[in-house]
């Protein structure tokens, strides 16, 4: 996981996005791994890395130690990654996630701090083949994160890496991008016989960045080592990467084992002390945490189930549902849900934007619907109105009484729409008298026209099946 912080893991450099910034253009002698350089620790990604660690329930270590892990790449200039081995900063957590089955806790083995490497983009021109190393990325600040072998099956990946990177955007830790490649899942996966609590020759499935991708990775493995098991063959320790034109995983080295890597401390920097003080206070700042709210919302909330998954999954989303509560009581959690799960955020799908960007503030939809509470506007015409104050950033009563959509409620008014209405359809009236009872929805359609959606719908429809009612008795006598 790639941290949201401002600058580099150990350099000042800042960082950028690899697709919109020039080339090199985002480095240093020390991301660059000029010799004589010396690393410092980015204070903001070890706060994060907390934060993380604290919200996946983890020990958080007061000392941990920074190490070099050896290997050799060409968008690793150093030759050799700074990351942590035998002393990380956390370990010993859990993830809970809602499943078929019910709640399955994942245990989080550890969480540690590490840089990230370079970009290479490798081109095809004029019948010759070349790579390109961008280094921006190089040295920016990443927390990997570890679980247990407790994932089963292709839903508890799905619920966990949703839930994990729900979780981590929840507490404002990264961005989430998975196209930009702010979150990349690594699948580990090996297959055992029924019944048997021995772990199969594992896999590495590096760097999926879309949930898609990863689920079809890990089933084509399934499948391909399940085949390759019954015909008597032996899967091998490998790293793989995920083909998405050709739909297949495909071999890019032998899986390392951590003693390839020749770990040791890094001589240029010294133990990660944690001080307490410190660690409390971001402590104190981590936010409720999604699994914790939902269950407040089921207990505190009657809506339904998928409503509160909606409002729980963006923080900002959640916030704001609480904040339109407490702008008024005098509106059901229903309704607010109703309204921000529906009319708002198909209005931020339109237009791209989040809800913090909108220009209806908590207590303006509140403002909004209770004109709907006190009869002075129906339904269609709030959302009318609804989207004139997304626009304009006017209040709702403003825009109702500027643009005069105050709803018609006077008995006499809406009696004298019913009545012209009549007389001016007499085969449609004709109709209805010979038995075509259903013309009672289209009269009622042709009133609310001709009152321009104004007309008190309850009061139109009570009326209006009072007025043909009587013509019926009528006609029959």
């Given at each position: 996981m790639e941290l949201a912080t401002k600058t580099k893991m150990f350099c000042g450099c800042p960082v950028v996005d690899t697709s919109q910034s020039k080339p090199n253009s985002a480095v240093c002698p020390v991301c660059l791994g000029m010799p004589g350089t010396l690393p410092v620790i980015n204070k903001r990604a070890v706060?994060?890395?907390?934060?993380?660690?604290?919200?996946?329930?983890?020990?958080?270590?007061?000392?941990?130690?920074?190490?070099r892990k050896n290997y050799f790449y060409p968008d690793l200039p150093k030759g050799y990654q700074i990351s942590q081995f035998e002393q990380p900063l956390a370990v010993n957590g859990h993830l809970s996630i809602r499943t078929s089955e019910g709640i399955k806790?994942?245990?989080?083995?550890?969480?540690?701090?590490?840089?990230?490497?370079?970009?290479?983009?490798?081109?095809?021109?004029g019948g010759k083949s070349y790579s390109?190393?961008?280094l921006n990325?190089?040295?920016?600040?990443?927390?990997?994160?570890?679980?247990?072998?407790?994932?089963?099956?292709?839903?508890?990946?799905?619920?966990?890496?949703?839930?994990?990177?729900?979780?981590?955007?929840?507490?404002?830790?990264?961005?989430g991008d998975m196209e930009k490649g702010a979150i990349r899942f690594e699948a580990n996966l090996s297959l055992r016989p029924a019944?048997?609590?021995?772990?199969?020759?594992?896999?590495?499935?590096?760097?999926?960045?879309?949930?898609?991708?990863?689920?079809?990775?890990?089933?084509?493995?399934?499948?391909?080592?399940?085949?390759?098991?019954?015909?008597?063959?032996?899967?091998?320790?490998?790293?793989?990467?995920?083909?998405?034109?050709?739909?297949?995983?495909?071999?890019?080295?032998?899986?390392?084992?951590?003693?390839d890597y020749r770990y040791f401390p890094e001589p240029d920097l010294p133990p990660l002390i944690i001080e307490k003080e410190w660690l409390n206070q971001v402590l104190n700042q981590l936010p409720e945490l999604p699994f914790v709210r939902t269950e407040r919302f089921q207990r505190q909330y009657e809506i339904p189930a998928q409503d509160i998954e909606r409002l729980v999954e963006e923080k900002a989303l959640g916030d704001y549902f609480e904040a339109c509560l407490q702008a008024s009581d005098q509106i059901t959690p229903k309704t607010y849900a109703n309204w921000i799960l529906g009319e708002l955020s198909a209005w931020m799908n339109e237009y791209d934007q989040k809800i913090k960007e909108i220009k209806v503030a908590p207590s303006a939809l509140a403002e909004l619907l209770m004109q709907i509470q006190l009869k002075k506007i129906n339904q269609n015409t709030a959302k009318d109105v609804l989207a004139r104050m997304l626009i304009s950033g006017q209040s709702a009563v403003e825009i109702i009484i500027g643009a005069?959509?105050?709803?018609?409620?006077?008995?006499?008014?809406?009696?004298?729409?019913?009545?012209?209405?009549?007389?001016?359809?007499?085969?449609?009236?004709?109709?209805?008298?010979?038995?075509?009872?259903?013309?009672?929805?289209?009269?009622?359609?042709?009133?609310?026209?001709?009152?321009?959606?104004?007309?008190?719908?309850?009061?139109?429809?009570?009326?209006?099946?009072?007025t043909l009612s009587q013509l019926k008795q009528d006609h029959s006598r």
């Open positions: 706060e994060y890395a907390i934060r993380t660690a604290a919200a996946l329930s983890c020990q958080i270590s007061e000392s941990s130690i920074f190490a806790e994942i245990r989080i083995r550890r969480a540690h701090l590490e840089e990230d490497a370079g970009k290479l983009s490798h081109l095809n021109q390109l190393v961008d990325r190089a040295g920016v600040p990443l927390l990997e994160i570890v679980s247990e072998p407790d994932i089963h099956s292709v839903e508890d990946v799905r619920a966990y890496s949703n839930g994990l990177r729900n979780l981590l955007r929840y507490i404002e830790v990264t961005s019944g048997s609590t021995t772990l199969g020759t594992r896999v590495e499935i590096k760097n999926l960045n879309s949930f898609r991708a990863m689920e079809q990775a890990i089933l084509y493995q399934i499948k391909q080592q399940t085949a390759l098991l019954r015909s008597g063959g032996k899967v091998l320790q490998q790293t793989l990467g995920w083909n998405e034109s050709k739909g297949q995983t495909q071999a890019q080295r032998s899986k390392e084992e951590a003693n005069g959509l105050e709803q018609v409620s006077d008995l006499d008014s809406i009696q004298q729409i019913i009545h012209s209405t009549i007389h001016d359809h007499p085969d449609e009236v004709k109709s209805y008298l010979a038995g075509k009872e259903t013309l009672v929805n289209w009269f009622f359609g042709q009133v609310m026209q001709t009152a321009k959606g104004k007309a008190e719908p309850a009061l139109v429809k009570k009326e209006l099946e009072r």
